[in-house]
């Protein structure tokens, strides 16, 4: 099971608004936590499973007007942590893992609402071009041939695990000067 549907809301902490707060955790976590609700017991019945959350690098690291998704997205990984120790005692043959895309080209970055309700012009291979060290925005397929790997038994000593897919934005700056 893929809990993969998610949203952005770029806004600085102090100015979210409760409402937008809970849109964003309604989605990206109560929407995580109750597609495992769902998923362990049908997983149970056909004796184990693997379930694969789409968390993010916001999820590892803070990143300022995304505070609220930070806190979804770091919320989705200990609770992915929870879930694996609890399938883990119950020896119920289900893995629990999150995967952590950085900047990746899916129209999420076209529909970014503001707190103002305008959408923010953010194009993601510019964004990754100076932040990322790779030098390139993702694609999808990026994370698609992760979340294959943690859906195959390629995967099947890994649980409680965090895959990172990010061209490098968690591993370090990229050089400023000629190594050369
Ligand atoms: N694109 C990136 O750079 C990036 C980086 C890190 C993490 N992510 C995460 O990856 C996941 C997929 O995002 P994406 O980049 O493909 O963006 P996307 O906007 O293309 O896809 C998000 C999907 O979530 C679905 N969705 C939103 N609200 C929903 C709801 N209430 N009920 C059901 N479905 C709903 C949308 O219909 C859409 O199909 C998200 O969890 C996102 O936070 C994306």
Redesign the pocket.
């Known amino acids: 099971m893929v809990?993969?549907?998610?949203?952005?809301i770029l806004c600085k902490a102090v100015e979210v608004s409760l409402t937008d707060w809970r849109r964003q955790t309604?989605?990206?976590l109560d929407?995580v936590f109750l597609s495992v609700k769902y998923a362990v017991p049908a997983m149970r019945r056909s004796r184990g499973g693997s379930i694969i959350i789409?968390?993010?690098?916001?999820?590892l690291r803070g990143s300022a007007g995304l505070a609220g998704?930070c806190a979804?997205?770091g919320g989705v990984r200990l609770f992915a942590k929870a879930v694996a120790m609890e399938c883990a005692a119950e020896g119920d043959g289900i893995r629990v893992n999150t995967?952590?895309?950085?900047?990746?080209?899916?129209?999420?970055?076209t529909?970014l609402p503001t707190s103002a309700g305008s959408n923010a012009p953010i194009d993601?291979n510019e964004l990754a071009r100076a932040g990322v060290p790779l030098g390139r925005?993702?694609q999808?397929q990026d994370?698609a041939n992760g979340v294959l790997f943690l859906a195959s038994d390629a995967s099947s000593y890994m649980t409680g695990a965090e895959l990172v897919i990010d061209g490098g934005m968690t591993g370090g700056a990229r050089s400023r000067w000629s190594l050369k």
């Open positions: 809990a993969n549907a998610g949203i952005g309604a989605i990206n929407g789409t968390s993010s690098v916001a999820g998704y979804t997205k995967v952590h895309p950085g900047i990746i080209d899916t129209p999420i970055w529909k993601p925005a993702g999808a994370i």
